[in-house]
Nanobody, 115 residues
Framework: QVQLVESGGGLVQAGGSLRLSCAASGSFFSINAMGWYRQAPVNGRELVAAITNYGSTNYAASVKGRFTISRDNAKNTVYLQMNSLRLEDTDVYYC?????????WGQGTQVTVSA
């Protein structure tokens, strides 16, 4: 079992920055990949950014160049640095961890970008 605890969400003005953190705990040997998703209006959760345990990253087109995902394997923690935030980035952001073929989710953290 894996527990994910997110932090760092909040209210920020457009153009500002926020940093999300997600710490994993529980009984596991290693985490294959960690990432951040947000709730899409129609098709469920959509990928924002992901990083493997080797450091390979993947970003949604809408956040490339603005968001940076990083990971501290020793702390089982993933970070999402969000810069140049836009109104359309407002959403609930969910941390995800893939462990031994299973998906685990955090409880979500609200990010609100105001004009």
């Amino acid at each position: 079992q894996v527990q994910l605890v997110e932090s760092g969400g909040g209210l920020v003005q457009a153009g500002g920055s926020l940093r999300l953190s997600c710490a994993a705990s529980g009984s596991f040997f290693s985490i294959n990949a960690m990432g951040w998703y947000r709730q899409a209006p129609v098709n469920g959760r959509e990928l924002v950014a992901a990083i493997t345990n080797y450091g390979s990253t993947n970003y949604a087109a809408s956040v490339k160049g603005r968001f940076t995902i990083s990971r501290d394997n020793a702390k089982n923690t993933v970070y999402l640095q969000m810069n140049s935030l836009r109104l359309e980035d407002t959403d609930v952001y969910y941390c995800n961890a893939k462990v031994s073929g299973h998906n685990y989710w955090g409880q979500g953290t609200q990010v609100t970008v105001s004009a």
